[in-house]
C-alpha cells in the first residue's frame, strides 16, 4: 500500500457517508428535501469538490459531513426563496486533474451556482480559471497566494489564511522557540517556495539563516534529501508536506539522530500523521493549525449536530460556504439564482456594519427574507472578505505532538 493509499477513507468511513447518502462518485445531498418542493420551485444546486480520497483526504469526509448539516438547516428554515438548496458533492481525489474533470461536470451538467470544499491548492489552481470562466463562486480553502491574484473578476472567495500568513506565523513562531538556522523540506507545491522566501526572510531579519529544498512528491525515502538539509546544522526543520510524504521525511530524520525541533503545517501535521508513524518519529514536533471560531455558539451547533467533540477548521469552513452561498442568493433582490447573484450579494450578508449581528444560519436566513439587514459570523470565523477575496479575520493553534497526540501551546 503506498502512503497516499494509507491516507484514504477507511472502510468503514466509506459505508458511513454511504448511509448519509454522500458517495465518492457525484452524489446529490438530498435527505433534507420531499416532495413538497417539487411545488415551489426547481432545486438549487451548490457544487463541493473536496478530497474524498488521496493523499489529502484526512479532512474529506468530516467535509462532507458539515456541508449535509447547512443543507438541511437551510431547507429546514424554507430554502433560498421557497427552493430548495441540493448539494451535489465530486471527490478530487487529491489530484488536480480528477478535479477538473469534476468541476466541468459541476458547471456544465449540474449548472452549480457555486463550487465550495477545494482544499489543495494545486487543485483550487486547477479549477479556478473554470469557475471564473463560467461564472460560478469559487469558495476555497486553499493557502497559496497566487490564487486570489488571478484575475477572477469577483468569483473567488477564500475562507482560509494565505500561505504569507501562515509562513510568517511559522517563521515567527520558531524564532520565539530560539531557533537561529531554518531548513524547509517540501513537495512541489504552489506555495513551497513562497514558504522558503518568507521564512528564511525573517530568519535573516533576526540575524539567523534560512534555506530550503524542494523535493519530489511520492517517493519511499528522503534520505538524500534529508542529509542535505542536515548538512547546514539547521536547529529546526519547517516541513512543508502533506502527510504521506511528512510521515516519511520524520521517519528519516529519526534515524538521521536530528534531535533539532520540527514544525509543519495542519495539513500535513494532525492527528492522521501521529496515527501513521511511531509515537517516538513525531515526538515534539509542532503544527500551526488554523482554529475555527472555537468560542462560537455556530461552532458549538455544529459539532454537537456532528456528534463529535471538536472539528478541523476547513470542515467548519466548507460549512460556511454552503450558507454563504445560500445566504447571499436569498438576498438577491432580483430574485437571481445564478453564480453572479452569489459574487454580488456575498458581501452584503457578511460584513454589513449595519446589520444584526448573527452565527446562526437558521436565524440569518429569517432576518434576510423579512427584508433586515444581516451580517453573518460562520463556525470557522468572522467572514469579512477583502478586495481581492482573501478572508480577513483568522484564528490560529499552536499544537505539538506528545506521546503520539496533538496538544495545544498556543492560542493566537
Not at 132 to 143: A, D, P, Q, Y
Not at 336 to 351: M, P, W
Not at 352 to 360: A, I, L, M, N, Y
Request: proline content about 4%; some cysteine; aromatic content about 8%.
Amino acid at each position: 500500500m503506498t502512503h497516499g493509499e494509507e491516507l484514504n477513507m477507511s472502510y468503514m468511513d466509506r459505508r458511513k457517508l454511504l448511509r448519509a447518502g454522500l458517495g465518492v462518485g457525484g452524489l446529490i445531498l438530498s435527505s433534507s428535501l420531499s416532495r413538497s418542493w417539487a411545488q415551489q420551485g426547481d432545486p438549487i444546486r451548490i457544487g463541493l469538490i473536496i478530497p474524498l480520497t488521496g493523499a489529502t483526504s484526512q479532512f474529506g469526509a468530516t467535509m462532507a459531513q458539515a456541508a449535509k448539516i447547512a443543507e438541511t438547516e437551510i431547507n429546514s428554515a424554507g430554502g433560498v426563496r421557497g427552493r430548495p438548496i441540493q448539494i451535489v458533492i465530486e471527490d478530487d481525489q487529491s489530484n488536480p486533474e480528477a478535479a477538473v474533470r469534476a468541476a466541468h461536470k459541476l458547471i456544465d451538467i449540474d449548472k452549480v451556482v457555486a463550487i465550495g470544499g477545494s482544499y489543495a491548492s494545486a487543485v483550487t489552481s486547477a479549477i479556478a480559471p473554470l469557475c471564473w470562466e463560467g461564472k460560478t463562486v469559487l469558495l476555497t480553502s486553499s493557502g497559496a497566494d497566487s490564487i486570489t491574484k488571478l484575475p477572477h473578476q469577483g468569483y473567488i472567495f477564500r475562507t482560509s489564511p494565505t500561505v504569507t500568513l501562515q509562513g510568517n506565523r511559522v517563521g515567527n513562531f520558531a524564532v520565539e522557540l530560539g531557533a537561529k538556522k531554518m531548513f524547509f523540506l517540501g513537495p512541489q507545491t504552489p506555495f513551497a517556495q513562497s514558504y522558503i522566501e518568507i521564512i528564511s526572510g525573517i530568519f535573516k531579519a533576526s540575524g539567523g539563516t534560512g534555506a530550503g529544498l524542494v523535493y519530489e512528491d511520492k517517493k519511499s525515502s528522503y534520505r538524500s534529501e534529508v542529509d542535505q538539509a542536515l548538512k547546514d546544522s539547521p536547529d529546526v526543520i519547517v516541513l512543508g508536506g502533506y502527510v504521506p510524504d511528512t510521515s516519511v521525511v520524520l521517519k528519516d530524520l529519526y534515524r538521521a539522530g536530528f534531535t533539532g525541533k520540527k514544525i509543519g503545517f495542519s495539513f500535513g501535521v494532525n492527528d492522521a500523521l501521529a496515527k501513521a508513524v511511531p509515537a517516538e518519529v513525531s515526538e515534539g514536533t509542532y503544527s500551526l493549525v488554523p482554529s475555527a471560531s472555537e468560542n462560537s455558539d455556530a461552532y458549538r451547533r455544529l459539532i454537537a449536530k456532528m456528534n463529535r467533540p471538536s472539528l478541523d477548521s476547513y470542515s467548519c469552513q466548507v460549512y460556511d460556504h454552503v450558507v454563504l452561498a445560500s445566504l447571499a442568493l436569498a438576498h438577491a433582490s432580483s430574485g437571481q439564482a445564478d453564480g453572479t447573484a452569489v459574487r454580488d450579494n456575498l458581501r452584503a450578508i457578511s460584513q454589513d456594519s449595519e446589520g444584526e449581528r448573527t452565527d446562526d444560519a437558521v436565524e440569518a436566513l429569517r432576518l434576510i427574507t423579512s427584508g433586515a439587514r444581516v451580517n453573518y459570523d460562520g463556525a470557522s470565523g468572522p467572514l469579512e472578505f477583502a478586495d481581492n477575496g482573501d478572508v480577513k479575520g483568522v484564528f490560529f493553534r499552536y499544537e505539538q505532538v506528545e506521546d503520539g497526540k496533538l496538544v495545544v501551546r498556543k492560542v493566537g
